[in-house]
């Protein structure tokens, strides 16, 4: 493939995993088989490694994906929740064994597990009792949902014996179990509502309810796996379970301790041919290193535990007619074909729909309405359409013509060269592009202002809110008589915009939502340029002196700034009050930190480490990257590691959060 061609293909790839992220963590719904999310990963990953020019931090191969939703609270994770790496063939197992075996030597025994498909949740207990609980979130920050997980019976509110830590964090999925599924959605046809997909979509969705009391009707389950720390409190995974078990967890009993790879293989087999008869879902089956001192010893990449894998169990197959394409339009513009199915039986589900990525995809498949399909799905629901079966084709069928106008305004569509998408380009007029847009900009990166999806499209539809910048002359009096509304989430909605006024600058331009001007771009250009106004005046050329920033963006800012319509929404957001300035980074501003010395850690919630640092800097203070006794503070944000943790403490070096910090310099 040509250099171009790579490109592109990592960004169609990247486009689509974030699509499937998204879909899959925030609106409890999958769009495409476990195997062809994972194929497409591993694409993305293969050419990101082999062409790292193209490199980018907001790559989806970054992430676990998140389930953060704004009507939780959420709490920074104290041990960061990563996913497995997995595998779908025994060869892959092989090498994994060989690499451990490397690494710790011979004498290794494997835990062997069930992959519970559910939903992850990490729970703290302090002092033998439940004190919070988590969903994985974005693996660093998750959603604090321990009023739900209260309502589970099989966990325990307060723990059996005496013999746990003062206090410890234990791992487990939230599942519902197949009998209590099919009961849920047996009356939820009753009344006429729709039935879940699958009971992992089911459990997620469940988890996040905000009325606990609904929660506590549907029959969850929860299954425990694993305790992170670093100290060690036990010697093996099999210990940690059978504790586990004393202290009133549920931790099933499938499990298989072996030091022989064939053993391992047995244990697969054994799964994938009974799993239908477990009393509940499993998407495979998880290998672990059994000694702790040796999971230890072979730690974690970025992203996985060297010392676990899982594999995964394959997609199961269906042939059913293709019956149409429908068109979604997303919020920049990109047209996605959606598959109308003749109703097929599929591991247990009924489909319908299945999702075809784009206009290649369709032209790569030679797919064609009538045509026999092949439909995937993994564990998950919405599944794939991965092959035409071209034996049974009607003589007359004709090949499929993608659309030509937009689905939702009638806009004649547009590709760019080098993108696999179509793309409305009626960005003003378009509903969902519209909504989208307010979407993105009142996210919690950008000015996290709290308002659900169908809150944003209620006062679109409402015709309140038709741009970013009508949200500021919203009042509580016009939305408190609304559906949706009352007069809590009325005050909570205006106080919430009322809010972003203060956000920093640099996060009000990511807001703006300008092509390629990711939240990274949009510091550097922030600090560059310091103020809306000199930015809207910059030149092509000074765009392109500042650090990282090429002609692409450069262009596009330009692009941005030059449209009339834009300028008159970023006159009407400055009028709005919104932070149109910053200080300049390395300016002297006060001595109020004259001699003091910090070590920063963590995640933040309003300003990025680099941003602190350089408000201590103006302030007089000294940033230092590692704790001694010459420290003064710790500023530690979500996700602080647990190594610095410890020395804060053994040295007694005050931490301090965010907040306190800002308190500091407002004195
Ligand atoms: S161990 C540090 N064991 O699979 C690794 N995970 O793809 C901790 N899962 O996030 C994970 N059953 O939600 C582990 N027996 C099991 C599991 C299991 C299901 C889920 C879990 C995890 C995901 C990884």
């Known amino acids: 493939m040509k250099p171009e061609q790579v490109k592109t293909r990592i960004q169609e790839l990247r486009k689509v995993l974030q699509k499937h992220n998204y879909d899959y963590y925030v609106g409890h719904s999958s769009s495409i088989s476990d195997f062809g999310y994972d194929q497409l990963y591993i694409e993305l990953q293969t050419l990101e490694s082999k062409f790292p020019e193209f490199d980018d931090e907001n790559s989806p191969s970054r992430r676990v994906g998140s389930d953060l939703n704004r009507e939780f609270e959420s709490h920074p994770h104290r041990y960061p929740m990563l996913s497995l790496g997995n595998t779908y063939n025994k060869e892959e197992l092989a090498e994994f064994d060989q690499r451990v075996r490397k690494l710790v030597g011979e004498e290794v025994s494997y835990f062997c597990e069930l992959k519970y498909d559910g939903v992850a949740v990490a729970l703290t207990y ?63 046809e009753e009344r006429d509502e729709t039935p879940f997909a699958n009971p992992r979509n089911a459990a997620s969705g469940t988890l996040k309810m905000q009325n606990s009391s609904l929660v506590a009707q549907r029959p969850l389950d929860c299954l425990f796996y694993y305790i ?10 099999s210990e940690s379970l059978e504790k586990a078990r004393n202290w009133g967890f549920r931790v099933p009993e499938y499990n298989r301790l072996t030091n022989s790879l064939e053993k391992v293989f047995e244990f697969i087999d054994q799964w994938e041919s009974n799993r239908e008869q477990l009393p509940f879902d499993i998407d495979g089956v998880v290998i672990k290193v059994d000694s702790i001192p040796m999971q230890q010893q072979l730690g974690f990449t970025a992203k996985t535990p060297r010392w676990a894998i899982s594999y995964k169990f394959r997609a199961e197959q269906a042939v059913s007619r293709l019956l149409s394409i429908d ?48 439909v995937e799905k993994g564990g998950e629901i919405i599944p794939k359409i991965v092959g035409v079966d071209h034996g049974r ?21 547009v590709r760019e060269e080098d993108e696999a998408a179509h793309y409305c380009p009626n960005d003003t007029g378009c509903p969902p592009q519209i909504k989208g847009r307010i979407e993105h900009f009142i996210s919690r990166k950008a000015m996290e202002i709290n308002a659900a999806e169908a809150t944003i499209d209620l006062l679109y539809r409402k015709g309140m809110v038709r741009d970013v910048a009508d949200l500021y002359s919203l009042e509580t009096e016009s939305i408190r008589n609304l559906e949706r509304f009352g007069e809590k989430s009325a005050t909570n909605l205006i106080e919430s915009i009322e809010l972003s006024r203060l956000v920093p600058f640099p996060r009000v331009l990511y ?31 000074a765009l392109e002196q500042v650090d990282e920033i090429g002609e692409r963006i450069a262009q596009s800012v330009r692009f941005y700034f030059h449209d009339e319509r834009n300028l008159q929404l970023v006159a009407r957001l400055k009028s709005a009050g919104l932070q149109f300035e910053m200080e300049a980074p390395g300016e002297t501003v006060s001595d109020l930190l004259t001699g003091k010395s910090f070590v920063i850690s963590g995640v933040f919630k309003h300003h990025s480490r680099e941003e602190l640092k350089s408000i201590i800097e103006q302030h007089g203070g000294k940033n230092s990257s590692s704790i001694s006794s010459q420290t003064d503070y710790i500023l530690a944000g979500a996700n602080m590691g647990p190594s610095k943790y410890n020395k804060a403490q053994k040295l007694g070096v005050p931490i301090i959060t965010e907040a306190n910090f800002i308190e500091m310099l407002s004195q």
């Open 327 to 374: 068109f979604q339009v997303g919020r920049t513009g990109a047209v996605t074909p959606v598959a109308n199915l003749e109703a097929v039986q599929l591991a247990g589900t009924t489909v319908k729909r299945a999702s075809l990525h784009n206009a290649d995809q369709i032209g790569m498949l030679d797919i064609r309405t009538g045509d026999h399909v092949y």
């Open 511 to 541: 807001a703006l939502g300008i092509r390629y001007v990711g939240e990274t771009v949009a510091r550097k250009l922030a600090e560059a340029y310091l103020s809306m106004e000199n930015l809207m005046e910059a030149s092509q050329e």
């Open 228 to 237: 992170p720390g670093e100290q060690l409190l036990f010697q093996t995974q």
């Open 393 to 413: 084709r009607e003589p007359e069928s004709e090949p499929f013509r993608f659309i030509t106008t937009c689905p939702e305004c009638g806009t004649p569509l």
């Open 126 to 188: 302090r002092n033998g009792e439940l004190f919070r609980a988590l969903t994985r979130g974005d693996g660093n920050r998750g959603d604090d949902v321990t009023h739900n997980i209260r309502t589970i019976r099989s966990i325990p509110l307060k723990l059996s014996g005496s013999s746990y830590p003062p206090e410890f964090e234990i791992r487990g999925e939230v599942i519902l179990p197949a009998e209590g599924f099919k009961k849920m959605n047996l009356e939820r």
